[in-house]
């Protein structure tokens, strides 16, 4: 599988000169090594940026990296606010590959965080799923045109009949 | 989905009294809190044992709980030295339900632990999987009869044609 | 001894709802706890800043929260960007107490920390030392006079002759 | 300063092989990175034992290594159950040197560890007070001869009149 990264708080990492977390090396290597995951993985970072600052001009270069990839299974690594956006994108490329969309509501570097679990879910949900595009997060698999972000209790769910 | 714990080295938490790794509370609830899974899940503790330690009496008492449970989508928490064995008992009930079995090699509790990976990974593949018995750990999903574990590399690894 | 805060790094925690680090509820308490801590500490928060942020008035405030304090020891948890200044004006006063400022350069919540580490030594050296202002970081105690912060490389050193 | 090391539940690390926490590496000196520990300090590791299988022939070595140590400031980390009882003998020594004893109730690898705090306590306290035998635990610093462990209540105390 590729694992195509563009940033989110899942990867962002404490820089000590500005006293904030933000984007340096990735850490989803890392992460990946802590799960002991024999997959075989590519890790490939398109760009690190909170999904707030996403441009059409990012959702583009992530749309080119999927229809690029020789892998039928990627996960995307992204921001969890317009990460919906983003999927609703690729849906509509129609490609013949099994697309998950994953990020974490705490850093993986914080305390608590929901990161490694989430991660977890996107690995064995890409190997799993026939093609498609979806979100795996809150240890659920969502496809990409039946959930929506609850800002207000920080957390995804499924959207109405 | 239904969560089954026996035990193993994912819910080892640290006794002071004892100076030693053993069980006490389960915290695997603690785990899904973290990974703020919003999937339905009931925890029912069978017991609490290294895997080393299993007799047939608990395998029994693991395929009784698989029978006996309502939900059609099983999570069993198990040391990973016998995985396999408790796994090839519950294929040999032949239920209609998808069994995943999940553990790690590091406790939760344990700087740089591959628990909480694992169980992401066990939480996707249960809802994923059609009917059977699989291994969900290494951030691969096995089929109980394809699988072993590799003691001396600490890793589970598909078994050859 | 009393422990007055200020805020600082090294009680920042994650919010969500912003995704960053900022001041909630302080953890210096469960700092103590962590550290089992069994010296009598009386925890008082002053206000909850960032250095960099910091006042005359907030160096006021301070100041008369030493004076007023019954305790003879005093920590005072701080940011390290302007923790010198605050020191001097501390200084000035001559008060008849002992007062340790402390902070550090990760927050508690993130990995790696050293504040843990921090908090030990002033905790430790506040009951040891006579009367006067310091610092203790880095695994040294300053006397406020002969201690800078060099920005370049995080830590404090001591200053020349 | 030097550090000699003993030991202790402080220094035990999870041995993957094995299921359970004992001794490898030592994780001293990497606790003293965390804490960016500026101060200059040699560490030596003299065994790394349970304190409850500490010998008189152990006891021996610490002696002597303390009796060699060219630093007048000297840490020891050990095992809380006869960290007392080792403080005894050096005591007897009568050595023109600081000693301070420290260790922890839960390892420096496990969640939630009192080590970092302790250490740090240690390192001040050994470079503030004057020559003797003292034991740095729970915030305190306790003169070696009027403290005692509470087994019950994991925690260290000062001993009556």
Redesign the interface.
């Known amino acids: 599988m590729r694992i195509l990264l563009t940033g989110g708080?899942i990867d962002k990492v404490?820089l000590?000169?500005d006293?904030?977390?933000w984007f340096k090396d990735s850490i989803i290597e890392e992460?990946?090594k802590?799960?002991?995951?024999?997959?075989e993985?590519t890790v490939e970072i398109l760009m690190q940026k909170?999904s707030l600052d996403f441009t059409d001009a990012d959702r583009q270069v992530v749309s080119d990296a999927c229809r690029r990839a020789q892998e039928e299974q990627l996960i995307i690594t992204h921001g969890t606010d317009t990460m919906t956006r983003t999927a609703a994108d690729l849906a509509s490329l129609e490609l013949a590959k099994t697309i998950v969309l994953t990020g974490s509501?705490?850093?993986h570097?914080?305390?608590?965080?929901?990161a490694?679990?989430?991660?977890?879910?996107?690995?064995?949900?890409v190997?799993?799923?026939p093609y498609g595009v979806y979100i795996?997060i809150?240890?659920?698999?969502f496809e990409w045109d039946k959930v929506e972000k609850n800002?207000k209790l920080?957390?995804?769910?499924r959207t109405g009949a």
Do not use: H, W
């Open positions: 708080t404490y000590e000169a006293g904030k977390l992460m990946l802590q799960g002991r995951c024999t997959a993985t909170d509501m705490i850093p570097r914080v305390g608590s965080s929901d490694l679990f989430n991660l977890g879910c996107a690995v064995a949900a190997q799993l799923l795996a809150n240890g659920e698999v800002r920080g957390r995804f769910e």
